[in-house]
């Protein structure tokens, strides 16, 4: 998890910790140039206290963070836009400035997600439902649609798919999944009380979820095998549209899968080859 979302969300942290994690945001621009005496200073706490900060960020050391956050810092310069993921347009814009500015929210989430990937978690992630018996996918609203699109490339590599939440028996499904399947919670607030109450019984019961959410700090997300985080830029209910987190998890979905179908490659492409062949034959059949 990126150093500046830790720090913002504040979990677990001491009010000594929130005092430097606050002045670390506020004072983005000196920063870096502070070394842990003068932040100590300029926060009214001490040298070890910002070192059991810096520890609870999973990082070694006063220099391993001021590097790691300089890096952060240059991302985020790179990813300034005027784009407004919840107001990506406005109501005098022509077609064609519309068209432009959904190009570029498309292009910068993607790029932000990007930065969110992690080559191990990725693997493991692939491995975990290539491995699966059976892959159920819990997704709501706009979510379920990119749930199903992944599930349609997924059943023609020959995996069984369902989607829990598809026709309100997801209790049903929950109850039946075992240790040899996979569940994937698709939300990007994680609060769903459904939800909550699957992965609280695959917990109890050893089997393996994934979730994809904008907040990796959820009780949801915390329970989980394993967590992919996405951009958490949309406003719950101040927006045109669910743009950015939907461009959000197709990119990851589309990743996932590729990783999936790596795997083994050379089976999955004879797979793909084959199915388009049926189909093709089927049209025929049809046309007679």
Not at 194 to 219: C, D, G, M, V, Y
Request: overall charge negative.
């Amino acid at each position: 998890m990126k150093i500046l979302m830790q720090l913002s969300e504040m979990q677990n942290f001491t009010p000594n910790e929130k005092s430097i994690a606050s002045y670390i945001l506020v004072h983005k621009e000196s920063i870096l140039h502070l070394n842990i005496q003068e932040l100590a200073k300029a926060t009214y706490t001490s040298h070890s206290a910002i070192n059991r900060l810096i520890h609870k960020l999973g990082l070694s050391g006063f220099k391993e963070f001021i590097i790691k956050l300089a890096r952060e810092f240059q991302q985020d310069t790179q990813n300034i836009s005027n784009v407004d993921p919840n107001y990506p347009f406005g109501f005098d814009e022509t077609p064609l400035q519309v068209a432009k500015e959904i190009a570029e929210l498309m292009k910068e989430t993607i790029e932000k997600n990007f930065t969110f990937m992690d080559d191990h978690l990725l693997s493991q992630t692939a491995q975990l439902l290539d491995q699966a018996n059976r892959i159920f996918i819990y997704a709501l609203g706009d979510s379920q649609i990119r749930a199903k699109s992944f599930q349609n490339k997924l059943v023609k590599i020959n995996k069984y798919v369902v989607i829990a939440t598809e026709l309100s028996e997801w209790a049903y499904h929950t109850a039946n999944l075992t240790s040899e399947d996979c569940a994937i919670f698709l939300t990007y607030h994680g609060k769903s009380p459904i939800f909550l109450k699957a992965a609280r019984h695959f917990t109890r019961e050893n089997i393996p979820f994934i979730t994809i959410t904008a907040t990796n700090q959820s009780e949801l997300a915390k329970r989980s095998s394993i967590c992919i985080q996405v951009p958490n830029d949309e406003v719950k209910h101040a927006k045109i549209g669910t743009f950015s987190s939907q461009i959000a998890f197709d990119y990851v979905l589309n990743v996932i899968y590729s990783c999936i179908y790596k795997i083994d490659y050379l089976k999955n492409m004879q797979t793909l080859t084959q199915s388009l062949e049926n189909s093709h034959l089927n049209d025929m059949m049809n046309d007679v």
